[in-house]
């Protein structure tokens, strides 16, 4: 890359800004990114692990958690966030079309196996319907059902809501005698209207049929970065810690676009060590749509 090139301009604002997350956990102790994310109850630890590496600049809501959980005020840096994001997204309208190095540092192995996966997975899962989590312009009304390729061919609007996902492959969880049931959705039902720029709850409710407990369990939400005219959440939304045979409800904190659209964002359950925990399973989602 030669001087002046946006990837190395993004690359050091990024690097720099995960240096500034270390040096501020050091501070506070250098407490275990669990015991952070104890802390925040709003973020999971992979999210906080993966926020001070430098591989990709943290959000926002993900910054204010890491400062929360060191004991700071997170306005402290905001001023050195918004900076580095400034870098960032220059990085990204300067890259050619297709050219994601520009945009996206190198995951290390672990994280690339498993972002892998996760798009393997939602691949099949979603191939009928649209890839990508997506917030797109429509209307509201109910759609019929469409073949695959004309669903390809257009972009999917509040029209098509409710969007079905397919099955993806048969695959074993990752831990044996592991298993998760959807139960239902507490909140926003399906083609829920909220609207523009309003902040609503989403709550999931799952029970543990397995025989393996949940610690330290998240809902990774997939098909990153999110976009200014997205439904915007945290990236892992903390699944409490739930015994075998026990209902656990999962709530999201979700920030609707500031102008109308659909929203279909997706999530798969990750485990402790942040790997997926049932790839057999669909991802669990939620559609909303913006008046």
């Given at each position: 890359?030669?001087?002046?090139?946006?990837r190395?301009?993004?690359a050091?604002?990024?690097?720099?800004?995960?240096?500034?997350?270390r040096?501020?956990?050091a501070?506070?102790?250098?407490p275990p990114f669990?015991e952070?994310?104890a802390?925040?109850?709003?973020?999971?630890?992979?999210?906080?692990?993966?926020a001070?590496?430098?591989?990709r600049l943290?959000?926002w809501?993900?910054?204010?958690e890491?400062?929360k959980?060191?004991?700071?005020?997170?306005?402290?840096?905001?001023e050195r966030?918004e900076?580095?994001?400034?870098?960032v997204?220059?990085?990204?309208?300067?890259?050619p079309?297709?050219?994601?190095?520009?945009?996206?540092?190198?995951?290390?192995?672990?994280?690339?196996?498993r972002?892998?996966?996760?798009g393997t997975l939602?691949?099949a899962?979603v191939?009928a319907?649209v890839?990508?989590?997506?917030?797109?312009?429509?209307?509201?009304g109910?759609?019929?059902?469409?073949p695959?390729?004309?669903r390809?061919?257009?972009?999917?609007?509040?029209?098509?809501?409710?969007?079905?996902?397919?099955?993806?492959?048969?695959?074993?969880p990752?831990h044996?005698g592991?298993?998760a049931?959807f139960?239902?959705?507490?909140t926003?039902?399906d083609?829920?209207?909220?609207?523009?720029?309003?902040?609503?709850t989403?709550?999931?409710?799952f029970?543990?049929t397995g025989?393996v407990g949940?610690?330290g369990?998240?809902?990774h939400?997939?098909?990153l970065?999110q976009?200014r005219?997205?439904?915007?959440?945290?990236?892992?939304v903390?699944?409490?810690?739930?015994p075998?045979g026990r209902?656990?409800d999962?709530?999201?904190?979700?920030?609707?676009?500031p102008?109308?659209?659909?929203c279909?964002?997706r999530f798969k359950?990750?485990?402790?060590?942040?790997?997926?925990?049932?790839?057999?399973n669909?991802?669990?989602?939620?559609q909303?749509?913006?008046d």
């Amino acid at each position: 890359m030669s001087p002046g090139d946006p990837r190395k301009e993004r690359a050091r604002a990024v690097a720099d800004f995960a240096a500034e997350l270390r040096a501020l956990r050091a501070s506070a102790g250098t407490p275990p990114f669990r015991e952070m994310a104890a802390h925040s109850r709003a973020i999971s630890h992979t999210t906080l692990h993966e926020a001070a590496q430098g591989h990709r600049l943290p959000s926002w809501s993900t910054t204010v958690e890491f400062a929360k959980a060191c004991g700071i005020d997170p306005e402290d840096l905001r001023e050195r966030w918004e900076a580095a994001n400034r870098v960032v997204r220059g990085a990204a309208q300067a890259a050619p079309p297709g050219d994601e190095d520009a945009v996206l540092s190198p995951a290390p192995d672990g994280a690339r196996r498993r972002y892998a996966v996760l798009g393997t997975l939602v691949a099949a899962a979603v191939a009928a319907t649209v890839l990508g989590t997506t917030v797109l312009t429509g209307t509201a009304g109910n759609g019929a059902a469409r073949p695959p390729d004309a669903r390809a061919e257009r972009r999917i609007t509040s029209a098509d809501c409710p969007v079905r996902q397919g099955n993806p492959p048969p695959a074993p969880p990752r831990h044996r005698g592991d298993r998760a049931t959807f139960v239902n959705d507490l909140t926003l039902p399906d083609c829920t209207h909220v609207p523009r720029g309003g902040t609503v709850t989403k709550v999931w409710r799952f029970k543990n049929t397995g025989s393996v407990g949940w610690y330290g369990y998240s809902l990774h939400r997939i098909d990153l970065p999110q976009r200014r005219d997205q439904c915007q959440t945290i990236v892992d939304v903390p699944v409490p810690d739930t015994p075998p045979g026990r209902l656990v409800d999962v709530r999201a904190q979700v920030t609707a676009p500031p102008v109308p659209g659909f929203c279909f964002v997706r999530f798969k359950m990750l485990d402790g060590t942040g790997e997926v925990a049932f790839p057999g399973n669909r991802p669990v989602n939620f559609q909303l749509i913006v008046d």
